[in-house]
């Protein structure tokens, strides 16, 4: 289960809807073990697609040896899809690489609605979990 | 005196967990011949038909080896060496840039 809180699923929504049509990447830091979710971190795609997204290799570096230092881990890596569903594409699936991270995707095809879920992506395995939300 | 190699979560199977590795070797190929030799399976994480695969990101010091020299990069005593897989993904079920 994903427990978070209100104002950071407001912050992803927000972050998709402005990068749409393209998709919109980031992650949410937490402490190292700790599972819990606390600081949200836009991050540029580099990909500028609607279809397909990748952190910069240079953005990505310095996010990792931030994390680092702040003994911080990514609890949650982000991004929309803008014209399906809210579910991990094969693309996302075969590239997912933290096993630990709660995989979160956003739809903004719905322009009234954001879909809004998560799953754990493990050896090419898709499990949806639950999300809490915390107001 | 060897190459520091930071190694990142989804590897650390291959390295008995430890986030740090000791390597020597001067091309970046090289080094990652001489980790294999004891963490065995990491190559080929990192290689694919001899070039390093596309969304494997190695860095030397702070450059990303794809502006450099890409396998062939040079290494040097007390480089250190950072390996971290590509953040990418999208609804494209195939059709994927660059790759």
């Given at each position: 289960m994903l427990t978070i809180r209100r104002d950071l699923v407001d912050a992803i929504i927000a972050h998709a809807r402005k990068d749409h049509p393209d998709e919109a990447c980031g992650v949410i830091a937490g402490p190292a073990g700790s599972d819990e979710p606390e600081r949200f971190i836009p991050m540029l795609n580099?990909?500028?697609?609607p279809t397909f997204y990748e952190f910069d290799s240079m953005d990505l570096l310095q996010l990792y040896r931030e994390m680092d230092d702040r003994d911080e881990e990514p609890v949650v890596i982000y991004h929309s899809h803008t014209a399906t569903e809210a579910y991990p594409s094969r693309t996302d699936i075969s590239y997912?690489?933290?096993?630990?991270?709660?995989?979160v995707l956003v739809s903004t095809r719905d322009e009234g609605e954001a879909e809004f879920r998560s799953y754990r992506i493990v050896d090419g395995d898709v499990t949806e979990e639950e999300v809490k939300i915390l107001s | 005196m060897a190459v520091e190699v930071r190694i990142p979560t989804i590897l650390r199977q291959y390295t008995s967990g430890a986030r740090t590795v000791a390597g020597k070797g001067d091309t970046l190929s090289a080094l990652v011949d001489d980790l294999e030799s004891r963490h065995a399976g990491l190559s080929e994480r990192l290689i694919e038909n001899g070039e390093l695969r596309r969304f494997v990101n190695v860095y030397v010091n702070d450059e990303d080896v794809r502006f450099l020299d890409g396998l062939k990069t040079p290494i040097a005593d007390g480089d250190s060496v950072t390996v971290l897989p590509a953040v990418a993904g999208g609804s494209a079920a195939q059709e994927v840039p660059g790759s």
């Open positions: 580099a990909a500028r697609s997912a690489s933290e096993p630990n991270a709660h995989y | -």
